[in-house]
């Protein structure tokens, strides 16, 4: 076996799921949107998302405040944008403003959508009695937006650090699940 041993520091790199993602929510003074990778599917219809969000985080702040968030799927192209809005607070950054990303209304939750990202999902706190333990949210999607004109998004998954995965060949199998 040619293996050494990985750091448990490090384990959630192998392990992290999906798609980075922005979330944005409402603020008395402005929104905010921060990266987020740490976030799972719990349950197909509604659809309920299970997610980390830090409480060091002013968007946990906010979050809690409002009750409300957006979870909004960027590709390849906004990397840079993602890595910005996961390095600074928006304590003291109008993170819209800094990283040229567009607030657009949403239609069911106070929070903006993130215009430039491939879809975007309006969610409510369902639960949120372990956020006080482990920050962990389980977020209900309400209403959800996606542009279909573009054919092959290329998400992103983090690996730490500032290093990602692009999304690239697309495995076709049949498969009766959803
Ligand atoms: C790729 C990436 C993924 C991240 N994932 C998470 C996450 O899942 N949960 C979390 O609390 N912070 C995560 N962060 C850190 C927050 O995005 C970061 O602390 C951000 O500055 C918080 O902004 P805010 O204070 O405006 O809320 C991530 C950062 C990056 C760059």
Wanted: charged share 25%; glycine share 8%.
């Amino acid at each position: 076996m040619n293996k050494t041993r990985l750091p448990l520091s490090q384990v959630y790199r192998l392990l992290e799921p999906g798609p980075v993602v922005l979330v944005s929510t409402a603020g008395p003074r402005r929104p905010d949107v921060m990266a987020m990778s740490w976030h799972t599917m719990m349950e197909f219809e509604p659809p309920l998302v299970g997610c980390v969000i830090s409480g060091r985080n002013h968007t946990f702040d906010l979050l809690v405040a409002s009750g409300e968030c957006v979870l909004n799927v960027p590709t390849v192209e906004l990397a840079r944008q993602v890595v910005g809005c996961g390095n600074v607070s928006g304590r003291r950054v109008d993170k819209f403003e800094r990283f040229g990303l567009t607030a657009a209304p949403a239609s069911k939750v106070g929070a903006p959508l993130v215009a430039e990202c491939y879809a975007n999902l309006e969610c409510r706190i369902a639960d949120r009695r372990l956020a006080d333990d482990y920050n962990f949210f389980v977020l209900e999607v309400v209403q959800a937006w996606i542009d279909r004109s573009r054919k092959h998004p290329r998400i992103i998954h983090h690996q730490g650090k500032g290093v990602f995965a692009v999304d690239g060949r697309i495995l076709k199998l049949p498969s009766r699940k959803k």
